[in-house]
């Protein structure tokens, strides 16, 4: 790989590619606040914060280059020998870092466009087919093996606890048998987290790329297992809603449809995991190693609790809606019934005020006896059809 060019810019396109590559950010591209999203799986530009609140520019500072000939914002580290020796260094020096069979590299690229993709191409010698899929967006989660190494497409995820929409991040890697090179086409996904749990079991880092993808895929892992518990902890508010004393019928079906289209999306990005931590977990790739196998079987397990999980919410959702609807069609009958009773009651007055007021001569015309009459039929009557519609409960 080239280095870059060591002359000063003096064009502004040049100076503002200078600017990118010096912090990773393009000072062109506004940042997109968290919980914007769109597309598809709801893939996301630059944003203002991670999904845990760090800042995307500092977050695993250790770790940035300050030279790279990448227009993009990079993050490298070297192990050696399972102990890790450096960081941040310059990524034009990680293929003669690569000739060291000890050697274990991790790279990260934020937000890379064409042709930083295309220098990662010549320096890993990737698959032009896996460097197209790293660059399009809206990838489903997969992973596609090639002959010198293995591509990997994964999404984190946050629930919005307060609209019940789900933000995704979308991340994509390249597995080698020494180096394993991240992508992430947005700033949801802390990358400082996973660091950081490399860094909390430094006794496994001998085990190279296949610890490095375990931590990634881990904490990716997690992130859906928490936004399904969110999700749930959402579905039981809706379920107060649903029977509260105070009718609330839109407020529940506007929030029944809301939780109902993020679980469809997590959905997408959790049920193909089953068939991606299996499929790494085959000993013909040569990714995990026996050591190694408990903890990709934890990360397996959290997947299809994840997974069962979904889909017992997804039923759930639909069984509110469905019972909102119910409940909504029984109150509208107890309605018409009280309605119905109270018009029949009224009937009874109007009926004998009507019969009485016809112009004709009958028993007790122009007489008070015949007025005393009429009001006790009138009376009576009313009277005897609340009883018994209060005692069928229709009133």
Known sequence: MSSPQSGRAHSPDAARDSRIVSNGRDPERPPVPVGASGGVLGARPLMAQTFHGGDPDTVAASTICDVTPTRCQARTRLYRDGRLELEGFPVAEISDHLADEAVTIWLDLRDPDHRDLAVLSEEFGLHPLAVEDAEQEHQRPKLDRYRTHLFLNVYGARLNTGTGELATSELAAFVTARALITVRKDDGLDIGAVVERWDANPDLTRFGVGYLL??????????????????????????????SEVPQDMQVQRRSFELRKSLVLLRRIVIPMREVV??????????????????????????????????????????????????????????TKKVTSWAAIIAVPTFITGFYGMNVPYPGFSRQAGLAASIAIMVIAAVVLYIIFKRKDWL
């Open 214 to 243: 375990y931590g990634l895929l881990d904490y990716v892992v997690d992130g859906h297992f928490e936004s399904v518990q969110s999700l749930d902890d959402s579905v039981e508010l809706l379920e107060d809603q649903l029977f």
């Open 278 to 335: 299996n499929a790494l977990m085959r000993r013909d790739l040569h990714v995990v190693g026996d050591e190694l196998m408990p903890y990709y079987q934890d990360i397996y397990d959290h997947v299809l609790r994840a997974s069962e999980w979904t889909e017992s919410l997804r039923d759930l959702v639909n069984s509110i809606l469905e019972t909102n609807l119910t409940i909504q069609g029984n109150r509208l009958n107890v309605i």
